[in-house]
């Protein structure tokens, strides 16, 4: 050292780097005065790694500048470790906001997240810095602490159980998004209906007959799902009518193939099949697959086509047809 100036290479360069750093919060700071932004996740950021440098640094720099304020190189150096921890910590929290709680799950489920969810997480963050800094700062053992944190946790999500496991799985369905407001959809062997409200807690979905239905995300999360309307609005619907084993099939699907067509209410690609299944107790079994371009108007559209499936078979006096099943 030269007047208590760092004289090596390895001291030069925390030096450069304490100044950069010292520079970039001094910006960060006035930028968040004279803009009114906020800027706080930078700052910090910045802070971070300032007080990093000054902990590495600590064998020049504490009798250079800190001796007065600090006893010993190691009280300072825990002191610049722990603002270290603490900056860390504080960024880990404005980013999990940023990107999570303001980001990907509002833009998901367009409603605030719920508090507790918040406030537990942000509580679990600051708990682990805290226990870094007893354990690795200042040496202190942290068994009993963490012991008493464990078991206040496990009150508390006894407590709240049903609350933040419909939170998680809310949470889980965001991130894998199987559906979103406006798709029709079929959770289970649950009616069918289109998604009109998604929160932290449930889904809403009205059926076609108007009634609503609350279904939880721990339901959600553990049944399949059927979404007709995701990644494209064309499904494929099929449907079942008998005939009479003394019809000819080849005539049948003749007859029925040219009434799909000529009804205009299904794609033409990919087309629309007539297929025999088999003949069981004197009946024919034939199944009617086409497409639609928006399952929203799934029963407007079959009504539409077995009105012309009907007229073809009044037309062609074929009486020994078993109403559609």
Request: glycine share 6%; hydrophobic share 45%.
């Amino acid at each position: 050292m030269i007047n208590g100036m760092p004289n090596s290479l390895m001291s030069i360069l925390q030096l450069a780097a304490l100044l950069i750093f010292f520079a970039m919060a001094l910006a960060a700071f006035a930028g968040m005065f004279f803009t009114k932004r906020n800027g706080l996740l930078y700052l910090f950021a910045q802070l971070s790694l300032l007080f990093l440098v000054l902990s590495i640094s600590r064998e020049w720099i504490y009798p250079l500048i800190f001796s007065s304020l600090f006893d010993s190189r190691e009280v300072y150096g825990q002191v610049m470790t722990t603002l270290c921890i603490a900056s860390v910590a504080y960024c880990v929290d404005k980013l999990i906001g940023v990107f999570i709680w303001e980001g990907e799950g509002f833009r998901v489920t367009q409603s605030p997240i719920p508090g507790i969810l918040v406030h537990l997480v942000r509580g679990l963050i600051y708990l682990v810095a805290l226990l870094v800094v007893l354990q690795f700062v200042y040496g202190q053992s942290v068994t009993a602490l963490a012991t008493l944190s464990g078991a206040a946790a496990l009150v508390l999500g006894m407590s709240a159980q049903s609350t933040l496991g419909e939170m998680f799985a809310g949470l889980a369905i965001s991130i894998s998004h199987p559906f979103k407001v406006g798709d029709w959809v079929q959770v289970g062997s649950l009616d069918e209906g289109q998604v009109i409200d998604q929160t932290w807690r449930h889904i809403v979905i009205r059926t076609r007959n108007y009634s609503v239905i609350n279904i939880n995300n721990s339901v959600i999360a553990g049944n399949p799902i059927r979404n007709f309307t995701s990644p494209t609005k064309e499904v494929r619907v099929s449907e079942k009518i008998y005939f009479d084993q003394s019809m000819s099939p080849d005539s049948i699907q003749h007859l029925l193939s040219n009434a799909i067509r000529d009804a205009n209410v299904v794609l033409d690609n990919p087309p629309p099949k007539v297929l025999f299944r088999g003949a069981k107790d004197q009946k024919c079994e034939y199944e009617i697959s086409y497409s639609i371009d928006d399952y929203g108007n799934m029963p407007s559209t079959s009504d539409g086509l077995w009105k012309v499936v009907m007229e073809v078979i009044i037309k062609n006096n074929l009486c020994s047809v078993v109403k559609p099943s």
